[in-house]
C-alpha cells in the first residue's frame, strides 16, 4: 500500500505537456492553468511549421510525433494538442502509439446547436479541421436539426503568428469572414481553431452582443482535470516548478502573445528549438 501511494505521488509530480501549431494554444493553455494551478507544465509552439491548416496529415502526424516524444522525455504524465488540425489529423494515431493519455480539441457544435435560437450556427475553422473526422461526426449529427454555416479563417493563424493582429488589415478580413455568416442570421459562432480566440474582441464587436462566441478552451480544461483525477495523477499540492516554454520561431511574437493570453505575472523560461 505504501509502494502504491509512492507511486501515485511521483505521478502526480510529473508535468502536462501542451502543444500548438504555434502560439494560439496559449488560449487553451490558460484555461488548463486557471483549473488546475498546482500542476507543473511544459509549453512548445511548432511556430516555424504554421500553419498546419494546409499542411499533409502525414505531415502533421510526423510533427506531433516530435514533439510527443520530446515531451515524453521530459516526463509528462499528460499531453493537450492545444491545436484542432492536429487533433483532426493526428490524436487517433497518438493514442494508439503512446501509452501516456492526449486530450485534443473537441469541436463545439454541440453546446452551440444545442442553444442556438434562431437554427442557424456559424464555424469558423481552418481547412484542416472542417475536413477532419471530429467534425464531419458532428455535423451528421446535428446537421440534422439545424443549419451550420462553414467559415474557412483563411489568413487568421498567419496574422496571429506575425504579431499583425490589431492591424488595419486584420479588421477588414473578419469582417469578410464573419458578415457572410451573420447575413445567415446564425446566434453562436464556434471558434474552431485556438488562435482564434486571440482575435474574440474584434469579432465580437463585428457579430454584435446578439451573437454568442464559443471557445472550447473550458471544456478542455475540464476534460485534462478529468483524465487526471481518473488516473490518480492530479497535483493537489502548490508546485513551484517554472512553466518551461519551447518555440521554434519569434521569440518577440512568443512574448507578446504569453503576456496577452496570460498578462505579466507568469514566470516563464523560454528555451528555442531548431527543429
Known sequence: MVFFLFLIMQNSQLKIGVFDSGVGGLTVFKQVRELLPYESYLYFADSANAPYGNMPVDDIIQRSKKISDFFIEKGVKLIVVACNTATAAAIDWLRENYEVPFVGMEPAVKPASLMTKTGNIGILATKGTLGGKLFKEKEKIYGQYINIHYTEGKGLVEIAESSAIDSPETDSLLRS???????????????????YPLFKEKIQAIAGDQVTLIDPADAIARRV?????????????????PLQCFSNGSDTLFKSVFYRCLGDTVPFDLSKITW
Open 225 to 241: 482535470k478529468d483524465v487526471l483525477i481518473q488516473n490518480a495523477s492530479l497535483c493537489t499540492n502548490q508546485n513551484h516548478t
Open 177 to 195: 469572414l464573419i458578415e457572410p455568416m451573420l447575413e445567415k442570421s446564425v446566434d453562436h459562432i464556434v471558434l474552431g481553431c485556438t488562435h
